[in-house]
């Protein structure tokens, strides 16, 4: 018995899909709706409260109240009322909430995967604040870009084969914009070719305005007690807010069905008779914004696509389609619940399985979609340097190579290096161990090692010895699509390293070797500093992919990583 669970971590509102056995993606009804509020309430005694409770009790005393957590990931802390709270803890009480839902759901089943998707622009630190919160969820956890995970879902659900795909998601907070395509090897999925946000945006933005059209109809009747309930902190004001909050929102909605409804008013106010027509006036400039993103995304990428997939519950106003219709030139698509594509289809984008660990050839190949780094995504020009490898993920150690934005390298050695394509040569048989065979790679490692997790933003596999999962010792895999053949252009690669090695004087790197050896291979290394462990990088650049192996020691374990990460590095080909 299989339970895999997929949280889309939105700004409004939180949404979970589960896939018990391997049976099709199920959306989990929270607080009787489709998704769950993603607000958190700290109250006195420390306890974080979630959803339409974190909102009922927002009544009692508002300054304890966060309703978009998801907004503040880039500070450190939230003063909620008197107390201080980490923003990771905000955020793990909201995922913590939706994985218990998901096995409430599932008969109370342990949790086997979890799935978190995020914006396709979150770099690595946002996305370390993300699966730190999540820590201890399940034993497997993994990460998928939004638009990739709305794309697969669609692609899997709709007749034809689109090769160029682009997705509006207009959200609870924010708008945000990817234009994906599929990868060059059939069956790999999607992979991101451009990406635009606009973060001061979305769903509750639409009911602000409508509610602030409604306080123009009836406020004439008596603009003190409109003040009051707008504004007002008594209790009695604060409940009254709420409710016409909660219809407002309703309001909104019934407009995407129909061209008109009222909204119901407390005394001594009439009821507020509101039209599709009026909500458009309200959001037009917004909304043109938000198709205006989509056509420089579509303009950034270099290629049109052949569909736009409308994505969040935003989506669902008639006037999005027009003006997508009307700018792009293309009748965009929506499917029922479209605030659940991203959850239902991150559980698609994701292998359902980690690899079993075989004996060598009995390899289990397991394919999963290629998910690419943040923008930019464009190749380099010639004279450029080659990207190097995307920065491991492995908690808030992280081990950063060349190009690493903002990493804070502390306390020990890294030794990072190159191996170079080595002429088309087949790699020696690989000795007796256990292989894995994931995304475009495959290798040995020795019996003793296990594999504990898989990422598909980084297309990465983490392995560490069997009994000292929770350690420091480990090893890292992760692969990157290279836009040229690193085989005939080896001093662009080897040059564009050197280029980048020279302008990282921040990263306080040495000893750069460019002709060395390495597991009988011709290297490249370098060293760089980190906190509390060496990790020695190789990285393998062959069919236009660059494979990345990240091997990681405390001095207590330097042998038996080394001797490990030999035996990676000798048996690793892409496939």
């Known amino acids: ?10 700004t409004s509102s939180t949404c979970v899909a589960v896939s018990h056995n391997g049976r099709e993606p199920q959306v989990v009804a929270m607080d009787g709706r489709p ?5 958190v309430y700290a109250s006195p005694d420390g306890t974080l409260f979630v959803g339409l409770e974190a909102e009922r009790q ?3 005393d508002p300054s304890r109240y966060e309703p978009n957590p998801k907004r503040r990931i880039d500070e450190p802390e939230l003063l909620l009322g008197n107390s201080v709270v980490p923003v990771r803890e905000a955020i793990r009480a909201v995922l913590t909430r939706a994985v218990q839902e998901a096995r409430r759901f599932a008969g109370g089943a342990r949790v086997d995967q979890l799935v978190l998707t995020h914006p396709a622009d979150w770099g690595g630190i946002r996305t370390r604040v993300l699966r730190q919160a999540a820590n201890g969820l399940s034993e497997r956890i993994s990460l998928v870009p939004e638009p990739v995970a709305a794309a697969v879902f669609h692609a899997e659900n709709l007749s034809g084969q689109a090769d160029t795909i682009a ?3 207009i959200g609870g907070g924010t708008v945000d914009v990817s234009v994906v395509s599929r ?3 059939p069956g790999h999925g999607f992979r991101v070719l451009a990406t635009k946000g606009d973060p001061s945006f979305g769903g509750a933005d639409v009911d602000q305005a409508l509610l602030q059209h409604v306080g123009r109809l009836v406020s004439n009747t008596d603009p003190d007690a409109w003040r009051s309930l707008i504004e007002g902190r008594e209790l009695a004001d604060r409940r009254r807010r709420r409710v016409v909050s909660q219809d407002v929102q309703g309001a909104k909605e019934t407009l995407s069905r129909h061209t008109y409804t009222d909204v119901p008013m407390p005394v001594p106010f009439a009821d507020a008779h509101v039209t599709r027509n009026d909500l458009e006036q309200l959001i037009t400039a917004p909304l043109g914004r938000a198709v205006e993103l989509t056509a420089a995304a579509i303009r950034e990428s270099g290629v049109q696509p052949n569909q736009v997939f409308l994505v969040g519950g935003s989506s669902r106003i008639p006037m999005v389609a027009r003006l997508v219709h009307e700018r792009i030139g293309i009748i965009p698509t929506t499917l029922d619940q479209p605030e659940t594509v991203v959850a239902r289809g991150a559980l698609k984008a994701v292998p359902g399985e980690v690899p079993q660990v075989q004996q060598v050839h009995q390899i289990q190949t397991v394919r999963v979609p290629p998910v690419q780094p943040p923008r930019p995504m464009a190749p380099p020009p010639p004279q450029q340097f080659v990207p190097p490898p995307s920065p491991p993920k492995r908690g808030s150690k992280k081990p950063w190579i060349l190009g690493g934005a903002a990493a804070a390298v502390i306390a020990a050695v890294v030794v990072v290096v190159l191996v170079l394509t080595s002429g088309g040569a087949t790699p020696p048989a690989a000795p007796p161990g256990r292989t894995i065979a994931q995304f ?9 090692w296990k594999q504990v997790a898989a990422d598909t933003t980084y297309r990465e596999v983490r392995v560490k010895p069997e009994g000292a999962e929770q350690g420091l010792d480990t090893i890292i895999v992760q692969e990157l699509a290279l836009a040229f053949d690193p085989a005939a252009e080896r001093e662009r690669a080897v040059g564009g390293l050197r280029q980048k090695y020279q302008q990282s004087t921040n990263l306080r790197l040495s000893d750069l070797n460019e002709n060395g050896r390495f597991a009988d291979r011709a290297v490249v290394s370098y060293r760089q500093q980190v906190d509390n462990a060496t990790v020695e990088w190789f990285v393998l650049f062959e069919k236009r992919a660059q494979v990345s192996i990240g091997c990681e020691y405390t001095p207590a374990g330097r042998d038996r990583v080394m001797a490990a990460c030999d035996q ?3 048996t690793m080909k892409v496939n």
């Open 35 to 39: 998704v769950l509020s993603s607000a």
């Open 167 to 169: 997705v509006l998601d």
């Open 183 to 185: 990868a060059g090897n």
């Open 58 to 60: 927002a009544a009692v």
């Open 1 to 10: 018995m299989t339970l895999r669970v997929a949280v889309d971590f939105g």
């Open 568 to 570: 990676v590095v000798r």
């Open 440 to 448: 475009d790679y495959e290798f040995t490692m020795p019996q003793d």
